[in-house]
Nanobody, 124 residues
C-alpha cells in the first residue's frame, strides 16, 4: 500500500509559476513510476506528465510540454511538478499517481494508487 499526499497548489496569475509536490509513504518509492494528472470542472481527468522509476525518462501532454517539468527525489520519496507560464486553462485539481505494475504511462488505468489532489487556479 502507498499513501500519496499532494501539496503546493494555490491561486496564481497567468504567466506565473507553481511547484507541486507529492510525498509518498509505504512501499519503496523507487519501485513506482509516477504520474501527474489533472481534472478541470466538468471535464474528464487527463494526463499531464509521467516519470520512470529512476527519473531518467519523462513524458508530457502536448498542452504542457515546454512549460511543465516532472522530477523526483527517491531519497525524499517525493515527486514534483514544476509549472511555469501558467494559463487559465491549467486550472484544475492536480493528482499524483503511482504505478507499481508497469512502466511510466499516460493512461490513468496504469496507476495503482492516487492522492487526494490539490487545487490549482490560474486567473487571467
Amino acid at each position: 500500500q502507498v499513501q500519496l499526499v499532494e501539496s503546493g497548489g494555490g491561486m496564481v496569475q497567468a504567466g506565473g509559476s507553481l511547484r507541486l509536490s507529492c510525498a509518498a509513504s509505504g512501499r519503496t518509492f523507487s519501485s513506482y513510476a509516477m504520474g501527474w494528472f489533472r481534472q478541470a470542472p466538468g471535464k474528464e481527468r487527463e494526463f499531464v506528465a509521467t516519470i520512470s522509476r529512476s527519473g531518467g525518462s519523462t513524458s508530457y501532454a502536448g498542452s504542457v510540454k515546454g512549460r511543465f517539468a516532472i522530477s523526483r527525489d527517491n531519497a525524499k520519496n517525493t515527486v514534483y511538478l514544476q509549472m511555469n507560464s501558467l494559463k487559465p486553462e491549467d486550472t484544475a485539481v492536480y493528482y499524483c499517481a503511482a504505478a507499481f505494475r508497469g512502466g511510466p504511462t499516460t493512461a490513468s488505468e496504469g496507476y495503482d494508487y492516487w492522492g487526494q489532489g490539490t487545487q490549482v487556479t490560474v486567473s487571467s
